[in-house]
């Protein structure tokens, strides 16, 4: 088995085996990111800001952190107001309009209330348990951040008419991607099949741009070892339990039913079958 690596390891190491894709992410990183810290030193030193609430058509209010919104604030995220959640469908569903970066808030959001419920019955368990259920270890605030930013993350990888794009994409550097994707599922145990949408948001998520921005001393995350947060975070992209105390937030973001899947099922069915049905019925 390959020795598992620290994040400032394991950037060298994609760097020399993965050269062309590492570069190109890294460029892109450094063109998409520079807002972002530009949008970090523009905040109080001295203060945290209130957080932002968004108001979302499935989900009703979505909140964000200073910290977060310093992040969607940039090209990182808002290009993905271009991105179709579902490709070329509304050529059949007209409504089908929406973006991924409304998912994307909308993921952040399904997540953090799926920790509020695991953390309901962790602390059922515990109160009224029988004497055979186990001490359920509860998450904290630095698991629940590192959830809601890999959230945040988790589609920056997208190209245009999202998945739809993908061979085009992996069929560029083919050698890469395939050695990557060995990479990472050696380096995060439990990770499953790697998307190239996904190889590419871990790739984001490790170069050194956004090392920049998790260091930060504007990103106040109440994260302790800023600089092995893109583990953390690429972790949880890939459903790995690295880095995780209460190994049951595995699957949050990828698992078999996580964060992802609760949000598009209901915001798909939303903008496509349930508009349809409003309009047919008049």
Same mark, same amino acid.
């Given at each position: 088995?390959?020795?598992?690596?620290?994040?400032?390891?394991?950037?060298?190491?994609?760097?020399?085996?993965?050269?062309?894709?590492?570069?190109?992410?890294?460029?892109?990183?450094?063109?998409?990111?520079?807002?972002?810290?530009?949008?970090?030193?523009?905040?109080?030193?001295?203060?945290?800001?209130?957080?932002?609430?968004?108001?979302?058509?499935?989900?009703?209010?979505?909140?964000?952190?200073?910290? $977060?919104?310093?992040?969607?604030?940039?090209?990182?995220?808002?290009?993905?107001?271009?991105?179709?959640?579902?490709?070329?469908?509304?050529?059949?569903?007209? *409504?089908?309009?929406?973006?991924?970066?409304?998912?994307?808030? *909308?993921?952040?959001?399904?997540?953090?209330?799926?920790?509020?419920?695991?953390?309901?019955?962790?602390?059922?368990?515990?109160?009224?348990?029988?004497?055979?259920?186990?001490?359920?270890?509860?998450?904290?605030?630095?698991?629940?951040?590192?959830?809601?930013?890999?959230?945040?993350?988790?589609?920056?990888?997208?190209?245009?008419?999202?998945?739809?794009? $993908?061979?085009?994409?992996?069929?560029?550097?083919?050698?890469?991607?395939?050695?990557?994707?060995?990479?990472?599922?050696?380096?995060?145990?439990?990770?499953?099949?790697?998307?190239?949408? $996904?190889?590419?948001?871990?790739?984001?998520?490790?170069? $050194?741009?956004?090392?920049?921005?998790?260091?930060?001393?504007?990103?106040?995350?109440?994260?302790?070892?800023?600089?092995?947060?893109?583990?953390?975070?690429?972790?949880?992209?890939? *459903?790995?339990?690295?880095?995780?105390?209460?190994?049951?937030?595995?699957?949050?973001?990828?698992?078999?039913?996580?964060?992802?899947?609760?949000?598009?099922?209901?915001?798909?069915?939303?903008?496509?079958?349930?508009?349809?049905?409003?309009?047919?019925? *008049?």
């Amino acid at each position: 088995m390959a020795p598992i690596m620290d994040a400032k390891t394991l950037r060298s190491h994609l760097a020399e085996e993965i050269p062309n894709l590492w570069a190109a992410c890294d460029a892109i990183g450094s063109e998409w990111t520079a807002q972002v810290i530009a949008n970090l030193e523009s905040l109080s030193s001295e203060r945290t800001a209130f957080p932002k609430t968004f108001t979302d058509p499935v989900l009703g209010p979505v909140e964000l952190f200073e910290w $977060e919104v310093a992040v969607v604030d940039s090209p990182l995220l808002q290009r993905l107001r271009g991105v179709r959640q579902l490709g070329m469908a509304h050529a059949v569903y007209t *409504g089908a309009t929406h973006d991924r970066l409304s998912h994307t808030l *909308g993921v952040v959001e399904v997540a953090d209330r799926m920790i509020n419920a695991l953390l309901k019955n962790a602390g059922y368990h515990k109160e009224y348990g029988s004497d055979r259920d186990p001490d359920v270890p509860l998450p904290d605030d630095e698991d629940r951040h590192t959830i809601r930013l890999a959230g945040l993350f988790h589609d920056i990888g997208h190209g245009p008419f999202s998945h739809a794009s $993908e061979p085009l994409i992996d069929r560029a550097q083919a050698d890469e991607f395939a050695r990557l994707r060995t990479i990472l599922q050696q380096q995060f145990v439990g990770a499953g099949t790697v998307k190239t949408s $996904e190889a590419v948001a871990v790739l984001l998520v490790l170069s $050194e741009p956004l090392r920049k921005i998790f260091v930060h001393p504007q990103f106040r995350a109440p994260i302790k070892h800023r600089e092995e947060l893109p583990i953390g975070i690429t972790a949880r992209l890939l *459903g790995s339990w690295r880095n995780l105390r209460p190994g049951y937030l595995a699957g949050l973001i990828s698992g078999p039913i996580d964060a992802d899947k609760l949000d598009y099922m209901a915001r798909d069915s939303y903008f496509t079958v349930c508009q349809s049905d409003w309009m047919s019925s *008049g």
